[in-house]
């Protein structure tokens, strides 16, 4: 598998590719949106779009190494 390109990490995904990406339900990404608690997402007029870089650096900003420890991404 190739790695992403630089266009393929900026191309706008609907919230139901995003969640698909994610493995998460619609209306849990739409639940986090709401609380502020989901990736960086963009509107245009009424609809919303994600980009597969925001959704990886919200999905790295969630890692774990044990229930007590959290792993923080390397900048």
Known sequence: MKPPSDEDEHTLLTTEEAATFLRVTRSTLDHYR???????????????????????????????SSTSNRVRPKS
């Open 34 to 64: 709401c609380v502020g608690r989901g990736p960086i997402y963009r509107k245009h007029g009424v609809r919303v779009f994600y980009t597969r870089a925001s959704l990886i650096r919200w999905s790295q900003r969630h890692a774990y």
